[in-house]
């Protein structure tokens, strides 16, 4: 029982390269989130998924695009990456309360 | 005014001490607390969950929460440096799948 997994842990990309970001949970939720974490910021919401099939912006979508595969996956997009988008970046599953993935390390140059 | 408010710190206590990690909010219709933990380059970690007003303890942790002063708290009794981390409080309205409002998350290091 892994619970929510995400890859790449770490990710270097030049500005204007694109790539996904993978989440994967096994736990049988049906809301799904993406955040971005930065130094005194806190985490803020990018976009998230009530349930399969659904997606919403969150307080920061811009530069994002999301995709809910199925039941499991929730994907994020970055079409072209901008240094702004360094950050760290956490998928979480939700029942009640959320439970977070390790996270993935980007950093734009 | 934002919706969840939380002392950044960072906060620095003598290994043995009493914590109290504190955050207040804006909005009357929250009814569920969770406090996470956060290690460093790790992803948050439930650490406690509470519905409406009182007292929740789990081993030397303890979450209050006081709705009519909009208040919520954690306390880590005999404090161990394994108690580094962010702690992050976080709080929803009718629970289920509503989005959760986080704090901004407190630093503290216990040192030994």
């Known amino acids: 029982n892994a619970g929510v997994t995400q890859t790449p842990k770490f990710q270097v990309l030049k500005t204007g390269q694109s790539m996904t970001l993978q989440c994967a949970q096994d736990?049988?939720?049906?809301?799904m989130y993406w955040y971005r974490q930065d130094p005194g910021m806190g985490l803020r919401l990018i976009y998230y998924?009530?349930?399969?099939?659904?997606?919403d912006k969150g307080e920061v979508p811009n530069g994002y695009n999301v995709s809910r595969l199925n039941k499991r996956e929730f994907s994020l997009r970055l079409e072209s990456a901008a240094p702004s988008q360094t950050s760290v970046y956490f998928c979480?599953?939700?029942?009640?309360?959320?439970?977070f993935g390790p996270g993935t390390r980007l950093t734009v140059t | 005014q934002k919706e969840v408010e939380q002392d950044p710190g960072p906060l620095s206590v003598p290994e043995g001490a009493i914590v109290s990690l504190n955050c207040t909010y804006s909005?009357?219709?929250?009814?569920?607390f969770m406090w996470y933990r956060q290690y460093s380059r790790k992803g948050p970690e439930l650490l406690m969950y509470?519905?409406?007003?009182g007292n929740k303890e789990d081993g030397r942790f303890t979450a209050q929460v006081d709705k009519s002063s909009k208040y919520i708290s954690l306390f880590i009794r005999d404090s161990q440096p394994s108690d580094s981390a962010t702690y992050l409080c976080?709080?929803?309205?009718?629970?289920?799948?509503?989005?959760?409002?986080f704090g901004k998350g407190t630093k503290l290091t216990v040192n030994p």
């Open positions: 979480a599953a939700q029942a009640h309360e959320q439970y």
């Open positions: 736990m049988n939720h049906n809301s």
């Open positions: 998924s009530a349930s399969e099939g659904t997606t």
């Open positions: 909005n009357s219709a929250f009814q569920y």
């Open positions: 509470t519905y409406s007003s």
């Open positions: 976080a709080m929803s309205a009718w629970g289920g799948s509503e989005k959760l409002v």
